[in-house]
């Protein structure tokens, strides 16, 4: 076990030089060199082994970069569970360099988005809120991305839905996602409510009302049925308005 840790420690601190501005490929060749005792091969034999030596030092470089990329994002939800959203925005970007298929990883960026548009006020008093709908941006985009890797991904649909019935006032948006959502868990009570929501702000009354009737039917939580009720009620007002 220690002499996993100390290979996978030695690959680490090759990989941080690789990265690290200033470097040169002759600083990084010359450590390998003494390393692993190989400079200039010249016999069959010296080529074999310098083949076999660079070839397992190429794993181990690997296997630090793989385990890189979990330690930042294990990093990343430490700092979810602490609220810290920009941090751990910080650290989700820096698991994607490693892992850039993870869907995971990108819904994670999704909610940190949605978090850190809350809190981007506009310090300045300049009048912008550039910087909120850059977040949102970030977030729409994350989601995306997450969805177009595993398209029965429910979190990443629901989060997707959210973000576009209540940030970015477009639930017309919204409403295929949360329709495949529901085709996928068709419990999700509070992806129903979403869908709702969308529906009812898209003008589909009749919908809405069918969504919060399925609602009242299926749910077993109190408060859930009654905000149900209440949210049909207020559709069928508007209707009777009408």
């Known amino acids: ?50 083949i076999e030596k660079y070839g397992k030092r190429i794993a181990d470089i690997e296997l630090a970069n793989g385990q890189i990329g979990i330690w930042y994002k294990i990093l990343g939800s430490r700092y979810i569970d602490q609220k810290m959203w920009g941090e751990a925005l910080k650290c989700y970007q820096k698991a994607i360099e490693y892992y850039p298929e993870n869907q995971n990883l990108y819904y994670y960026v999704g909610v940190c988005g949605g978090y850190m548009a809350k809190s981007a006020l506009d310090y300045d008093a300049l009048g912008s809120t550039d910087k909120r709908y850059n977040y949102l941006k970030l977030a729409e985009s994350a989601y995306l991305r997450a969805i ?84 049909k009620k207020q559709v069928l007002d508007v209707v009777y308005v009408q």
């Open 1 to 50: 076990m220690k002499k996993e840790f100390s290979k996978i420690f030695s690959a680490f601190f090759i990989v941080l030089f690789f990265l690290s501005c200033g470097v040169s490929k002759n600083a990084v060749r010359n450590m390998q060199y003494m390393e692993e005792g190989i400079s200039n091969p010249t016999t069959i034999e010296e080529y074999k082994t310098a």
């Open 148 to 231: 177009a890797i595993e398209p029965r991904y429910v979190r990443a649909l629901y989060g997707l839905g959210v973000l576009y019935v209540f940030d970015l006032d477009a639930g017309e948006k919204a409403i295929p996602y949360l329709e495949t959502l529901l085709t996928i868990d068709t419990g999700h009570t509070d992806a129903k409510f979403v869908l709702g929501n969308a529906y009812y702000s898209t003008g589909n009354f009749q919908k809405a009302v069918d969504m919060y009737d399925n609602i009242i039917k299926t749910t077993k939580d109190k408060d859930k049925k009654a905000a149900a009720e209440k949210n």
